[in-house]
């Protein structure tokens, strides 16, 4: 009988680890499409209460409530970002509380980008507690491109405030 019992309890938590990835396939196409269409509640929600945002400039370290504040006119005016997942990978251990993820994205300005990030279970839900955009460069061109970062770094006030 505990065997049958074991055996019962083990399949339904087979059913629910293999649902779960996709919850969070679903969470993370929602974010990037809430973010397309500029649907700020919807695109917002999927955040955890205490989450950051890290963007592709220096000074682009966000707490959630930050980046509302930024995104807000964006979103109203209907400027939101699109970015198209190309690949995407999700890892977990067995307690299944915490999922990190990458995904190769396209964006028509900045083209080839990663977004990395952290999914955490918060009142029932999957949301997102942190996320990182940053710009793919190819080897070939990361001298240049990191020549005219440095360039822009010297003169930047911002950056002499992260040092």
Wanted: aromatic share 12%; hydrophobic share 45%; charged share 25%.
């Amino acid at each position: 009988m505990r065997t049958l019992i074991l055996l019962m309890l083990l399949g339904s938590l087979a059913v629910n680890a293999s649902q779960v990835p996709t919850a969070v396939d679903e969470l993370l196409d929602g974010f990037h499409q809430a973010a397309a269409e500029s649907n700020f509640d919807d695109y917002f929600g999927r955040f955890a209460d205490n989450a950051y945002f890290l963007g592709t400039d220096a000074g682009e370290r966000w707490s959630v409530t930050e980046f509302k504040a930024y995104a807000r006119a964006a979103f109203m005016e209907r400027r939101g970002w699109k970015y198209d997942v190309v690949q995407r990978n999700i890892e977990t251990r067995a307690n299944l509380q915490l999922f990190w993820f990458d995904e190769i994205l396209f964006n028509q300005k900045l083209g080839r980008c990663r977004g990395t990030g952290v999914i955490v279970r918060e009142e029932g839900e999957w949301k997102i507690a942190h996320y990182s955009l940053s710009m793919l460069i190819p080897n070939e061109i990361a001298a240049a491109v990191a020549i005219q970062t440095k360039k822009v770094d010297a003169g930047s006030e911002r950056d002499r405030k992260l040092k």
